[in-house]
C-alpha cells in the first residue's frame, strides 16, 4: 500500500538540529500539499510548515527562521531541516500530504516521529 514513511528524528541538545524525511513508498506518481505537523504530549496537534507545488512555504510563527521544509519531486520526498532547536519543540512530528498514484487520490499521514529536544 502507499504511504508516507518518515524518519531522521532523535535526541539533540538545544541549540542542535536534525533533519526529517518524509517520503512516499509504493507506486505513487506524485505527491500534493505536503506539511509537516507536530503535537507534545497534552497538546493538539498543530501545523508546523507547509509547502506548495511551486515551492512556496509556509511556517508557524514559533519555528519561523529555524525551519526550513523542502521537497524533491522527483523523489516523492518531503524534508524539514530543524536548526536551533529549543525544549519546546520536543513532540511526536508527522508528514501529511495528498497521496496521487493512476488509481487513487488520498490524504495519508505518516506513522510520525519523535524529536526530543534536551536543555
Known amino acids: 500500500q502507499v504511504q508516507l514513511v518518515e524518519s531522521g528524528g532523535g535526541l539533540v541538545q538545544a541549540g542542535g538540529s536534525l533533519r526529517l524525511s518524509c517520503a512516499a513508498s509504493?507506486?505513487?506518481?506524485?505527491?500534493?500539499?505536503p506539511g509537516w505537523y507536530r503535537q507534545a504530549p497534552g497538546k493538539q496537534r498543530e501545523l508546523v510548515a507547509s509547502i506548495s507545488s511551486l515551492g512556496r512555504s509556509n511556517y508557524a510563527d514559533s519555528v519561523k527562521g529555524r525551519f526550513s521544509i523542502s521537497r524533491d519531486n522527483a523523489k516523492n520526498t518531503v524534508y524539514l531541516q530543524m536548526n536551533s532547536l529549543k525544549p519546546e519543540d520536543t513532540a511526536v512530528y508527522y508528514c501529511?500530504?495528498?497521496?496521487?498514484?493512476?488509481?487513487?487520490?488520498?490524504?495519508?499521514w505518516g506513522q510520525g516521529t519523535q524529536v526530543t529536544v534536551s536543555s
Open positions: 501529511n500530504a495528498i497521496l496521487i498514484t493512476r488509481e487513487t487520490v488520498r490524504n495519508a
Open positions: 509504493g507506486s505513487t506518481f506524485r505527491i500534493d500539499a
